[in-house]
T-cell receptor
């Protein structure tokens, strides 16, 4: 079955460490996204990519980095520069622009900074 | 600025009907999406409205009024499994999604 796989599901990090969250899709979707979800707030876009080897900053890109070397993969690195990284991170993909296509989400990765 | 408003939490009884409202102010409009998200899980697509009116899909219906900047999601014959958060998202003039904070729906027996 086609879908999006995120790993790890739970991750603990010490302050000052970088961590990388994995996102893989086998839906043959061109566009991929990373969102951050905090209690009481809407999903906030971190980065998105509409094509391989290209990506754009979203609303809250500071302290994060991404790469898109393969169509199937869009890993997110949470760097030590991110001031408040504890959150639920969601990866998504769509056939085209997010506002014109249905998003398929991964199961999420919950990052906790100790 | 761009803004999406939804009630934070609602409670309803199993077997009843509930309406979850969403009002929006965005720069342009290219459609409105509703997603369902069970606690700790991925959001899943429920409906998409781009024209005014009601779209029915089984027990769920979604309504849109573009002139009023308003949508609602109507859930009929509520089941315990409908306990979840319901996310409203609007596609703006650049086809970027603006998300509401979500409405947590609690179903009581």
């Amino acid at each position: 079955d086609g879908g999006i796989t995120q790993s790890p599901k739970y991750l603990f990090r010490k302050e000052g460490q970088n961590v990388t969250l994995s996102c893989e899709q086998n839906l043959n979707h061109d566009a991929m996204y990373w969102y951050r979800q905090d209690p009481g707030q809407g999903l906030r876009l971190i980065y998105y990519s509409q094509i391989v080897n290209d990506f754009q900053k979203g609303d809250i890109a500071e302290g994060y980095s991404v790469s898109r070397e393969k169509k199937e993969s869009f890993p997110l690195t949470v760097t030590s520069a991110q001031k408040n990284p504890t959150a639920f991170y969601l990866c998504a993909s769509s056939a085209g622009l997010s506002g014109a296509n249905v998003l398929t989400f991964g199961a999420g990765s919950r990052l906790t900074v100790l | 600025g761009q803004n999406i408003d939804q009630p934070t939490e609602m409670t309803a009884t199993e077997g009843a009907i509930v309406q979850i409202n969403c009002t929006y102010q965005t720069s342009g409009f290219n459609g409105l999406f509703w997603y369902q998200q069970h606690a700790g899980e991925a959001p899943t697509f429920l409906s998409y409205n781009v024209l005014d009116g009601l779209e029915e899909k089984g027990r769920f219906s979604s309504f849109l009024s573009r002139s009023k900047g308003y949508s609602y999601l109507l859930l009929k014959e509520l089941q315990m499994k409908d306990s979840a958060s319901y996310l409203c998202a609007v596609s703006d003039s650049n086809y970027q999604l603006i998300w509401g904070a979500g409405t947590k729906l609690i179903i009581k027996p």
